[in-house]
């Protein structure tokens, strides 16, 4: 078992090697095994509401790692997005583990305000476990099938 240390940090206060370790595993996942160029970096980063998660094995290796954007920022709805857990450590349920606490973060922040994802299409059915359910047909994103899910925060 895999004991993992969750942080939300925000972008004023990651150091240096925090901010490289989340790039690298964001570039390493969404750019080079995905096999999408596109520009991982966006102005929502560094906004001052955005809330980092990362997830570190026995606070060290950054192994998983999600981006929470405050509502009204890039949609009415919190954002969660940049979802991400390293390819060796996958599979022993550091996804479901990082989606609980990136849950109980914005519950916490924004209580009872919708949360949207923007979901690569085969995982419908992990994110449906937690209440989200479908709001749109599939569509390609960097050439990779995504769907937009919601979760109503009200129940």
């Not at 996942?29 to 520009?39: D, I, M, S, T």
């Not at 996958?90 to 973060?105: D, F």
């Not at 995982?123 to 569509?139: I, N, P, T």
């Amino acid at each position: 078992m895999v004991n993992i240390q969750w942080n939300f940090t925000f972008f004023k206060d990651l150091t240096v090697q925090q901010l490289y370790d989340v790039l690298q595993l964001r570039v390493d996942v969404f750019v080079v095994e995905q096999k999408c160029a596109y520009r991982d970096l966006d102005e929502y980063d560094r906004h001052p509401e955005t809330r980092h998660l990362s997830g570190r094995e026995e606070g060290e290796q950054l192994i998983a790692y999600a981006r929470i954007l405050p509502p009204s920022l890039r949609y009415p709805e919190v954002n969660l997005g940049r979802v991400v857990v390293k390819a060796d450590f996958r599979k022993q349920g550091i996804g479901h583990q990082l989606l609980q606490a990136a849950l109980q973060e914005i519950s916490g922040c924004w209580p009872k305000t919708p949360i949207r994802i923007s979901a690569q299409e085969y995982l419908q059915a992990f994110y449906s476990k937690y209440g989200f359910f479908r709001v749109s047909e599939v569509y390609l994103e960097d050439g990779i099938p995504h769907v937009e899910m919601v979760k109503d925060m009200k129940i």
